[in-house]
């Protein structure tokens, strides 16, 4: 089949690296090298530890290198763009949070309320730390597309913050982007099946690419992967956001399961199934039998004692999720915890003891 136009010129395998893509990182690879280095930062970017507010970007009173060591590779369109701004490569900067705009390519589509509301409050003490990457919106000047750095933004806002640290990065937008993007929250641990399954899936339903075989070539992953996450894909979203606060009980195979489950039996048994296979820790296992009749959903509305939660709250320690704390009704509240140390057990069990007594 003929690749769509949009994929065209990117033909990534499992096993290489295009030249597209390799050219790409390289100038990331620049970038993320001149803010490290922080000589070459001195020589290249001046003030860079110091961001400078530049409010509708304002042209640097000094003006650009016009050779920057490692950007030799760099786009046309960002040569021009840098050099009519005064903009030296690797240079920290406050962009207005207003004129931020998400990648019509990102890989993440789900951010939790509860993560994205931690980020905000440790922002508003101790300020933002870490810059993030953008990429001019070449036909709309003044308005940047997020390269990396989409929770950060998300919590800035939360935190009624106006201005965002930043620095300018030559990458495309499209599926080289999306890439690279993608490979950065791989090696984070934060992209999930479920952000795959909405972008995926939008990717074919707009004819970005003109099959699953396409789509898998072009992200150098195994075709049966993109087929699960595809799958998955045709969950409403309620139910994937009933999974995603739970990474550690819904892999691809335990989503998938789910994914059958509801093309039989629809949205309320779905969520009930959900329900149990956290109450209950079900294995992938156990869920296809369920899936397959071999073994009961429980369907039937659930008695007081086990009825579904009002709230949530995930419980990390060290910053890794341990278990949740949940509320039912007015009167009930339940804590769930594994994976503990002894000493950090004992420890926990003391001090809820302790308030259970002060009260």
């Known amino acids: 089949m003929k690749p769509s136009q949009f994929a065209k010129g990117f033909q990534a395998r499992p096993d290489t690296t295009s030249s597209e893509k390799r ?3 390289d100038r990331l ?10 000589q070459k ?5 001046g003030h860079a530890s110091q961001p400078a507010l530049v409010p509708g970007f304002e ?7 016009e050779d920057t060591p490692g950007l030799e590779n760099e786009s046309a369109e960002y040569r021009a763009w840098r050099m009519a701004r005064g903009y030296r490569p690797g240079q920290i900067i406050e962009l207005p949070l207003k004129d931020i705009k998400p990648s019509p390519f990102n890989p993440r589509h789900f951010y939790l309320k509860a993560s994205i509301a931690e980020l905000a409050v440790n922002l508003a003490k101790q300020g933002q730390q870490q810059a ?4 001019p919106d070449y036909s709309a000047p003044g308005s940047y597309y997020v390269s990396d750095g989409g929770r950060r933004v ?15 990065v030559d990458l495309p937008i499209g599926i080289q982007s999306y890439k690279l993007g993608y490979d950065l929250n791989v090696q984070r641990d934060s992209q999930t099946v479920f952000d795959n399954a909405v972008v995926w899936k939008r990717f074919i339903d707009e004819k970005h690419f003109q099959s699953q075989r396409e789509l898998a070539d072009h992200l150098g992953l195994d075709e049966s992967t993109v087929a699960v996450a595809l799958s998955i894909g045709k969950l409403p979203e309620s139910v994937m956001q009933e999974m995603v606060a739970r990474p550690d009980r819904f892999g ?10 509801h093309g039989a039996r629809g949205t309320d048994a779905t969520l009930r199934l959900i329900n149990r296979i956290v109450a209950d820790d079900l294995s992938t296992r156990q869920v296809a039998d369920i899936v397959k009749g071999r ?13 579904r939660y009002a709230q949530r709250l995930e419980i990390k320690l060290d910053g890794v999720a341990v278990g949740d704390l949940k509320s039912y009704g007015d009167d009930r509240l339940e804590l769930r915890l594994k994976g503990l140390t002894k000493d950090r057990r004992d420890s926990i069990l003391q001090q809820i003891e302790q308030i259970l007594k002060n009260k």
């Open 23 to 25: 050219t790409a990182l």
């Open 29 to 38: 690879n620049a970038i993320d090298g001149l803010v490290q280095d922080p």
């Open 41 to 45: 930062t001195r020589e290249v970017a």
């Open 59 to 65: 042209p640097a009173a000094a003006p650009a290198l």
């Open 132 to 135: 993030i990457h953008v990429i």
């Open 154 to 168: 998300r919590a800035l806002k939360e935190a009624n913050k106006e201005v965002v640290k930043a620095i300018v």
């Open 252 to 261: 691809s195979n335990m989503a998938y399961q789910v994914g059958r489950y």
């Open 295 to 307: 073994a009961n959903a429980q369907e039937s509305p659930k008695p007081a004692g086990r009825q």
